[in-house]
């Protein structure tokens, strides 16, 4: 089974451009703790996690009405092609320590985002069909 088969297709994003403000309401509105942030080709750029807001904002004292999601996003995120089998990736994810990847496409454009939950849940829908 390949990580395209157990990611979730439907991505919250932020725009570089915003306030960080307008992205924590947004996170707090669809109950999420993580946005994509898209190039205009729809490639990820970053991520801004409530660990950026909460470390890079409050912890430094930024004005959240005028600090940009670029200026505190997570830039250094790695992407997982859609067609990685689901061992490769959580192996991928477990040495580097991350909960959340981008998926992307052949020409690297978002088409979901896998976590650490997509794969429990898929492991508990394997077992019972199993």
Do not use: H, W, Y
């Not at 320590?97 to 998926?103: D, N």
């Not at 992307?104 to 978002?110: F, I, N, T, W, Y």
């Amino acid at each position: 089974m390949t990580v395209d088969r157990i990611c979730v297709r439907e991505v919250d994003l932020a725009e570089a451009n915003e306030t960080v403000k307008a992205a924590a309401q947004r996170m707090a509105a669809r109950n999420v703790g993580t946005l994509v942030v898209l190039d205009p080709q729809r490639r990820p750029l970053g991520m801004l996690t409530d660990r950026d807001l909460a470390l890079r904002v409050v912890g430094r004292g930024l004005d959240p009405l005028s600090t940009l999601v670029s200026e505190v996003m997570t830039r250094e995120i790695t992407r997982i092609a859609e067609d990685t089998p689901i061992e490769d990736a959580l192996r991928r994810m477990r040495s580097l320590g991350v909960r959340r990847m981008p998926v992307v496409d052949g020409e690297g454009a978002l088409i979901g985002i896998v976590s650490v939950d997509d794969f429990e849940q898929a492991m508990i829908r394997f077992k019972r069909t199993g």
